[in-house]
C-alpha cells in the first residue's frame, strides 16, 4: 500500500544522510512523533554560486561527449533514478529531497562560456548541455541560463548538443533553427516511457511523452534534428516499451535513438527501492533482482563500457529488443557530425577565401 506521507511531485520521499557529515536529523520513534513537519512538501530554493570555469572536460570514455556544461546543479525534475543525485552531498547537501529542491545555479554562466571561446587556446569541440542535471529543468522557465548560454553559442557559431527530458527548447525555438542552418545543434531528447502513470512516478516533473512526441515534431518540420534516448531501461517496468517508444518517435521525426540500462548509484539505490516498494510493491523484489542481473549481482557497476548497457541475460535481450526496433524503425538511426568550421575566433565573421 502506497504510503500516507508521499510527497506529490517529488521523485525522492525524504531526506538522506550526507555521506560526509557527521551528524544528521533522524526519526527513530515514528509512533511518538504527532505531526511530520518536516514532511511538509518542500518548496524550491535556489542558491546562487559564481564559478571561475564552466565547460568541463569528460574523461569518461564511455558517455558520447568530450565537453559539456551544466548551468545547473540540482534537478528539479526529480527523476528517482538519476545517478547525479550523488553529486549533491559534496554541497553538504543531501542525495534526496535536497537534490530536487535545493538548486545551484551558476548564473554568470553566459559571460563564462564566452570568456573561455574568446581564449586562444580553446580548441572547437562540440560541447553538451546538461550531462548531470538538465538544462531545461522548471527554473530554466524563469532563470534563462540555458537561453544564455545558446545566444553565446550562436554569436560565436559553436557547435552545441542538448540533452533534456523537458521540452523547455521550444521557447528558444528561434535560436535552434539559427544554429541548425550550420549544422551546429542536435537536440536529444530523453523518454523513459510512453505510459503516464508510470512516467509520472518516476520523473514528477519532466513534461508528458505526448509533449516530448510533439516537441520532437515541431523540431523535426523547423530542420532542427532530433534523437531520442530510451532511458534508463529498466527491466521488468519499461523494457517492453522500446520498439514502440522508437516507433512513435520516428513517426514524429526523431533520426536516431540510443539506450542506457538502470544503474543505482550510491544513494540513488536506497532511493530508487524504497519508490519501487511503495508504487510497486507486488513485483519490487523481481524487478530489483533484474536490476541486479544487469550489474553482476549488483544494482550499479561503475565499470566504463558496461555500465551504461549492463551485462549478462537480461541485458543481451535489452540490447536485441533495441537494436532490432533501431533498425526497423529508424533504417539504423543517422548520426550526426556537428559542424566546427563554422566557429568565428573573437566572434569575427569567417571569409571564404
Known amino acids: 500500500m502506497k504510503s500516507e506521507q508521499t510527497i506529490r511531485g517529488r521523485g525522492a520521499q525524504k531526506h538522506l544522510p550526507n555521506s560526509f557529515s557527521k551528524q544528521e536529523f533522524t526519526m527513530e520513534w515514528d509512533e511518538g512523533i504527532d505531526e511530520y513537519t518536516h514532511l511538509d512538501k518542500p518548496t524550491t530554493q535556489i542558491f546562487y554560486e559564481n564559478p571561475k570555469k564552466l565547460i568541463n572536460k569528460i574523461s569518461s570514455p564511455d558517455v ?24 549533491h552531498e559534496y554541497w553538504g547537501l543531501d542525495a534526496g ?18 570568456g573561455e571561446l574568446l581564449n586562444s587556446n580553446w580548441k572547437v569541440k562540440p560541447i553538451v548541455l546538461s550531462g548531470n542535471t538538465d538544462c531545461y529543468q522548471p527554473l530554466e522557465k524563469k532563470l534563462r541560463i540555458t537561453r544564455g548560454l545558446l545566444k553565446v553559442m550562436a554569436k560565436y557559431r559553436h557547435p552545441v548538443g542538448i540533452i533534456t527530458k523537458n521540452v523547455g527548447f521550444l521557447e528558444d525555438l528561434e535560436l535552434l533553427e539559427d544554429l541548425a542552418k550550420d549544422n551546429l ?47 534508463p531501461i529498466i527491466p521488468g517496468l519499461n523494457h517492453s516499451e522500446i ?30 527501492k524504497g519508490w519501487l516498494e511503495n508504487h510497486y510493491p507486488n513485483r519490487s523484489q523481481k524487478v530489483w533482482h533484474q536490476i541486479e542481473n544487469l550489474h553482476q549481482g549488483q544494482v550499479n557497476d561503475s565499470n566504463w563500457g558496461q555500465r551504461m548497457k549492463g551485462n549478462g541475460a537480461e541485458a543481451d535481450v535489452i540490447k536485441q529488443l533495441f537494436h532490432l526496433a533501431r533498425n526497423r524503425y529508424m533504417n539504423g538511426g543517422k548520426r550526426i557530425t556537428l559542424n566546427t568550421s563554422k566557429f568565428r575566433r573573437n566572434g569575427n565573421y569567417a571569409l571564404d577565401l
Open 64 to 87: 558520447g561527449m568530450e565537453y559539456s556544461i551544466n548551468p545547473y546543479q540540482g534537478c528539479e525534475h526529480g527523476c528517482v533514478y538519476c545517478y547525479a543525485r550523488n553529486s
Open 97 to 114: 529531497l535536497d537534490f530536487e529542491s535545493k538548486i545551484i545555479v551558476k548564473k554568470n554562466a553566459s559571460n563564462l562560456l564566452e
Open 243 to 272: 520498439p514502440e517508444i522508437i516507433k512513435i518517435a520516428s513517426e514524429h521525426g526523431a533520426i536516431d535513438a540510443g539506450y542506457s540500462v538502470v544503474r543505482l548509484n550510491g544513494r540513488v539505490a536506497e532511493i530508487f
Open 185 to 231: 545543434v542536435r537536440v536529444v531528447l530523453s523518454i523513459t516511457s510512453l505510459d503516464e502513470k508510470l512516467r509520472s512516478r518516476l520523473e514528477p516533473r519532466t513534461a508528458s511523452s505526448k509533449k516530448k512526441l510533439e516537441a520532437i515534431k515541431i523540431l523535426s518540420e523547423k530542420g532542427v534534428p532530433v534523437s531520442i534516448m530510451t532511458a
